[in-house]
Each structure stands twice: as structure tokens, then as C-alpha cells.
């Protein structure tokens, strides 16, 4: 639970075949999935034309006043939403607004739309391409690269599914794409590597169908889950149902391992089961794992909220009592506070209380999702010490991350990482922690029910399931251990030309 770790993106998109106006699903698909990117969200709908709003921040409750005003702005049967997290572009806040999506590109001869969740790898040569259609084109969200790409290819070539394999075939790194057309047909596809969720899902009438990258964008709209899009398939919504399409051969399904241990919501189904369930069995794992310093222990404290499955599944195996100690200030976020004090833990201390009497003088297991740089991890363990802990084990779910991440989530450089040269002895130093002690990649698989080369481990093996990225992770480790400056952002980097 490493607060400073931006996720990616989040998608919902959905056509009524019955003509009627879409946007309020739309808007309860993105609602549910805001975990997935807070730092802007658009809608774009479809009644002839594209309608388009994008703002900063979290999505806004709309108050009944404000509803028809709603209603009014993005008229239409087919829709498209998007929450964000910057992985790629700029980070002011010009640059935000600019890249926020949905993205859309226009030629004389097409107009597209199209929603994106995460991360090229080779930017920089996608750019040079399109700038020799879009001259202008000022950069600040792949999507938009996305978008262009396909409006280049159906400008030579109507048929949108051989525009979707060319994105396939040229461009590396993570892509689920959902997108209207401009005769308004909603389609989707996903790289062939099949990085993050997308899946599909329909009303019980079956007028109407959707995309969602996870499946609690279902849920909200009391639509069914229907199945995951594979990696390689390209799919359009039609009256009929989806009608399925595998252009690329899938060579190597590699689903993020992390988004099992922390980004999507436990209430979603990843590869046919409910990831709470997942991480209940991580914790049962870690029970299983550390036994010897499971019996010296006195109490389980998780750190609220995405190991608290994690906690149950090691209380259930050990017998060992949880007590809630830790508790999330749920209105407090870190988009909306005031600094009271430079006090180096005061933004931690305001997200989350820790109740001390349970503590004091107690052996405790510290169980959480992930350690990425350590921080808040530090300041946490610190707080319990402070209270009257009297030894501190930490039980971290996600093996030790090691290297940068590439597809999606915001974890750049070597240098940021805590666990990318040191053992778990050293990170229990620098953390205050008596002992760190990971999840075994080899426990986490099996908990997940999907095969080891299934999974994406790049940042916890080094070994990334794609060329580029490889290429690039031994580049910048070189960089790293000759004491150079690493390049924290993929889209500044010219991967395939690296010296
Ligand atoms: S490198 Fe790590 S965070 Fe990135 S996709 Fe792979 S498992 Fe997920």
C-alpha cells in the first residue's frame, strides 16, 4: 500500500440497440472503477456526432438539479468513459486537461473516438509516423496516439478491424481500447500481450452491451458479466451480440500480476474469479510460507483497505486474531488537503489512524499488498513502534518489485524502487521492520488459479514479455548501476535506438 503508486486508466463504454440514451450507465460504469485513475475522467456519446466533456479529478456526483444539464450535454445511444492516471505525457496541469479522454482524431475522410487503458513502449517512433499526417500533433496521452493511428488507417482502409491489427502488429505495450466509430459502431480490442482487463457485459434483455475493464463497471448497471476479451481480439458490439474476432495470434499472455495484489477492486472478477477471493488465498499462502513466525505472533494488522482480504486468509490459516487497528479517514484524500505542517509524516497520519492499545508490547504481523518505494510503509511501521509495538513483521502479498514497470503503472526508474538492489533484511532496516518477508512468486501464481506464463512478473523477475521493454529495462539497469541518470518517462525515450 505504497500511496505515491499512480494506477493507469479505467474504461466503460456501452451501445443501447433500442436508440435510447446511454450516458447514465456510462457515467455508473466509470463511477465504479474511479479507483482505476483519479486524475481526470471524460464521457463522449454518440447521437450522430461526438459530444464530448472532460474535466480533472474524480468523477463528480451529479445532484438532481443537475441532472437534465447532464442529459443535455451528451445526448445519444452509444457511449464511452475514461478515468485517468497520467503514465504517459506531461504532468502540469495543461497537460492533464489536454490528454484527458476520450481521445478523438478527425482526417477528411474519418472521425473516430476512443477510450484507452495502458502504456506504449515505443512512443517515440509512433510519433515521428503520425506526425507526417498530424503535423500538429502536440503529444500528451497515447491514447491520442492510438486514435490518430486508427484514423490513419481508415482513412486508406474502411475496415476497421485491419486498422485495429495494424495498431496490433506496430505498436508495443499494453493497450485495452474500447471506441465509437464515426457511423457510431462500438467496438473494442486488446493488444496481443493482453496486459490489463477489459471485458464484456449486457443487460438481461441483451439490448444493450458493454465493455469495462473490470467487471464492477457490470455490477453498478445490474448488467451480466459475459467474458474477458483475449489478448489479440478485436470485438464489435452489434444487435446481435459481440461479434468476435482473433486478429493477432496470442504468443504470450501475460495479464498484470499486480493488479491481483492491488489495483482492481475485490469485488471484480479477474480471469473468472473474485479478486477478494484471490487475495483472501495470498494470505492463507503467507500463513503457509512463514509458519515459524506465524507461532511467535500475537495479533494480524492490515493496512486498510486492499490487504485486509489478504488478513482474513491469514487470520483463517494460523488461527491467529486480526484486529482492525488501522483505519482509513475515508473523506481524506490526497487531492483535497491543506498542508498544516511541513512534518514529513503529516499527509500519511491524515489518510490513516492507528489505534494503540491493542499494541502495546505486542508481536505483530504487518500484512500488505505491496512495498514499492517504502515510504509510507516507514512511516506506518514507525507510528506502530511509537504506540508500543514490540516487534514488527512485515507480510507483503506482491513478490519483491525489482524493476520499472513499462505497461501502465508508475513505477519508472531503478533508483525509485526500495527492493530493486536490496535483500529483505536491508528493506526491514530502512523500514524499522523486524523482518520483511514476500510472498513466493511460485505461491502467488498458484493463488491466482492462472499459469505462471500467464501473468506478467516484469518488475519482479526483470524478465518483461515484451522485446522493447526488455531492451529498455537492460538499458536503464546498465544507466543504474554505472551511477547515470535514469530517464523516469518511457514516452522521452527512443527505444529503439538506445546507445
Ligand atoms: S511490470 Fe509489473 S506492474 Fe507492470 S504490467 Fe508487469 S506485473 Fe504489472
Not at 476497421?160 to 459502431?185: N, Y
Not at 444493450?208 to 453498478?220: Q, R
Not at 499462502?285 to 486468509?313: H, M, Q, W
Not at 473523506?331 to 489518510?351: M, P
Request: with cysteine.
Amino acid at each position: 500500500m505504497d500511496d505515491s503508486v499512480g494506477m493507469e486508466c479505467g474504461v466503460f463504454s456501452a451501445i443501447d440497440f433500442e436508440q435510447k440514451q446511454i450516458f447514465p450507465y456510462v457515467y455508473w460504469g466509470m463511477r465504479a472503477q474511479n479507483h482505476r485513475g483519479h486524475q481526470s475522467y471524460g464521457f463522449l456519446t454518440f447521437d450522430g456526432k461526438f459530444n464530448v466533456h472532460r474535466n480533472l479529478d474524480l468523477i463528480p456526483k451529479i445532484k438532481k438539479k443537475e441532472t437534465q444539464e447532464w442529459l443535455t450535454r451528451l445526448p445519444g445511444h452509444v457511449g464511452i468513459g475514461n478515468v485517468r492516471y497520467t503514465t504517459s505525457g506531461r504532468r502540469d496541469e495543461d497537460s492533464l486537461i489536454k490528454g484527458t479522454q476520450p481521445a478523438t482524431a478527425e482526417t477528411k475522410k474519418t472521425k473516430i473516438a476512443i477510450s484507452f487503458n495502458g502504456n506504449i513502449v515505443n512512443t517515440i517512433q509512433q510519433k515521428k509516423e503520425l506526425s507526417k499526417t498530424f503535423p500538429n500533433f502536440s503529444y500528451e496521452c497515447d491514447a491520442e496516439l492510438i486514435c490518430r493511428k486508427l484514423a490513419i488507417e481508415l482513412t486508406k482502409d474502411p475496415d476497421l478491424l485491419s486498422a485495429a491489427k495494424t495498431c496490433m502488429k506496430e505498436i508495443e505495450g499494453a493497450f485495452s481500447v474500447s471506441g465509437i466509430t464515426q457511423e457510431g459502431t462500438l467496438f473494442a480490442f486488446k493488444d496481443p500481450t493482453g496486459f490489463r482487463p477489459l471485458c464484456t457485459g449486457c443487460n438481461s434483455r441483451g439490448n444493450i452491451c458493454a465493455f469495462s475493464s473490470e467487471t464492477v463497471g457490470f455490477d453498478i448497471n445490474g448488467f451480466n458479466h459475459d467474458f474477458e476479451i483475449k489478448p489479440g481480439e478485436f470485438i464489435i458490439a452489434t444487435e446481435k451480440g459481440f461479434e468476435r474476432k482473433q486478429i493477432i495470434a496470442n504468443k504470450k499472455k501475460a495479464l498484470c500480476a499486480f493488479e491481483f495484489a492491488y489495483f482492481a477492486r475485490p469485488d471484480s472478477k479477474l480471469n473468472g474469479n473474485y479478486v477478494y477471493e484471490v487475495r483472501e488465498e495470498f494470505g492463507r499462502n503467507l500463513g503457509r510460507e512463514y509458519s515459524e513466525i506465524v507461532k511467535e505472533a500475537d495479533l494480524i494488522i492490515s493496512l486498510p483497505e486492499t490487504s485486509d482480504d489478504a488478513a482474513f486468509g491469514l487470520h483463517e490459516e494460523t488461527g491467529l486474531r486480526w484486529e482492525r487497528s488501522t483505519r482509513r479517514h475515508r473523506y481524506v484524500t490526497d487531492r483535497a488537503f491543506i498542508l498544516l505542517s511541513q512534518e514529513r509524516y503529516s499527509t500519511i497520519n491524515r489518510k490513516i489512524n492507528i489505534v494503540d492499545h491493542k499494541l502495546v508490547g505486542k508481536n505483530l504481523i504487518v500484512i500488505d499488498d505491496s512495498i514499492v518505494r517504502g515510504d509510507t510503509t516507514r512511516v506506518v511501521i514507525e507510528k506502530m513502534r511509537k504506540l508500543g509495538a514490540e516487534k514488527i513483521h512485515l507480510f507483503i502479498t506482491f513478490p519483491r518489485i525489482i524493476g520499472p514497470c513499462f505497461y501502465g503503472i508508475d513505477m519508472a526508474t531503478y533508483n525509485e524502487l526500495i527492493g530493486s538492489t536490496r535483500k529483505p533484511e536491508e528493506i526491514a532496516q530502512i523500514v524499522s521492520a523486524d523482518s520483511v518477508n514476500y510472498q513466493s512468486i511460485d505461491g502467488f501464481v498458484k493463488s491466482t488459479g492462472m499459469k505462471k506464463d500467464e501473468l506478467c512478473f516484469g518488475c519482479v523477475t526483470g524478465k518483461y514479455p515484451t522485446p522493447l521493454a526488455q531492451r529498455l529495462a537492460n538499458w536503464m539497469h546498465r544507466r543504474f548501476e554505472n551511477g547515470h541518470k535514469e530517464y523516469g518517462r518511457i514516452y522521452e525515450i527512443d527505444v529503439e535506438n538506445l546507445t
